[in-house]
């Protein structure tokens, strides 16, 4: 269960901090990712999160990506732990069991994107627009190592010119990632054309001479039939994933109070202007 409170840390507060983890961390914690944590990581654990499996989770990926305490609050209020490695994909088939799984752990499903606001009705230009309009928050929800590589990339096959709607290299798994974007449901085509466009670049910019690996393709749609999904991926032979996502005006009216406002998951970063 995830928790939510914002009380401000007294002297009072922190007295029984100090009891909770005691209670909590009976033991040596020297060699667990909590110990690695500053203070207010750790607050930020027992006010949020009472499962201790749960806060185990976060307490290792805020200590093995660095995140700050409020990149860990953000990724504690949208889920994270729900979402990771959801997306069905193919790559038990298409990569090595280590990079499948480090694959696995770079992506989510659905990716929550209620920080664009964005009518019911949008359009793909708009939601690409919108994404790169708020491109530090896209990063954030992407996960650590994304770099940006560009929008409407430029690709050539034949005679033929084509243009990736997001580019992104993995730093950590030394790969380019391929998003399109689809704001209806996934349909077998649209793997298609998103197998093509991962051929393309890994033959025109991958350079594994440099230790660049097998390009990854992920359609963002936000529906999809995941028995189509699963005939639509078989046999194919490049690593892609079909990931859906939400915003906020998208949810029922009953459930929007019980999510975190656009206040809430805000960050101190400034947005990266648009490229």
Request: hydrophobic letters at 40%.
């Amino acid at each position: 269960m995830v928790e939510f409170s914002d009380r401000p840390p007294t002297a009072e507060r922190n007295l029984v901090y100090t009891r909770t983890f005691a209670d909590e961390f009976p033991k040596p914690i020297v060699q667990q990712p909590v110990a690695q944590l500053p203070w207010g990581h750790f607050t930020v654990l027992l006010d949020r999160l009472s499962d201790t499996a749960v806060r185990a989770w976060y307490a290792e990926q805020a200590a093995q990506h660095g995140w700050s305490r409020a990149t860990l609050t953000h990724h504690i209020s949208n889920r994270r732990h729900l979402r990771v490695g959801n997306a069905p994909n193919n790559f038990p088939s298409t990569l090595a069991t280590h990079e499948s799984d480090l694959a696995h752990s770079i992506l989510q499903d659905p990716y929550n994107l209620d920080f664009l606001n964005l009518d019911s009705e949008h359009s793909e230009r708009e939601l690409e627009d919108a994404l790169i309009g708020r491109l530090t928050h896209l990063l954030s929800e992407l996960g650590v190592g994304f770099a940006f590589a560009g929008r409407q990339y430029k690709i050539t096959a034949g005679e033929h010119d084509y243009f990736l709607d997001l580019l992104f290299f993995h730093l950590g798994l030394r790969r380019f990632v391929v998003f399109e974007l689809k704001v209806g449901q996934a349909e077998p085509e649209h793997i298609g054309k998103l197998h093509c466009y991962v051929n393309v670049v890994d033959d025109q910019l991958r350079k594994p001479e440099n230790g660049d690996s097998a390009t990854i393709g992920n359609l963002l749609a936000a529906t999809r039939d995941d028995i189509v999904v699963e005939y639509a991926l078989r046999g194919v032979e490049s690593p892609l994933a079909m990931i859906t996502y939400t915003t906020y005006r998208q949810l029922p009216d009953d459930i929007r109070p019980s999510l975190p406002t656009a206040d809430d998951l805000a960050h101190s970063l400034r947005d990266v202007p648009r490229q």
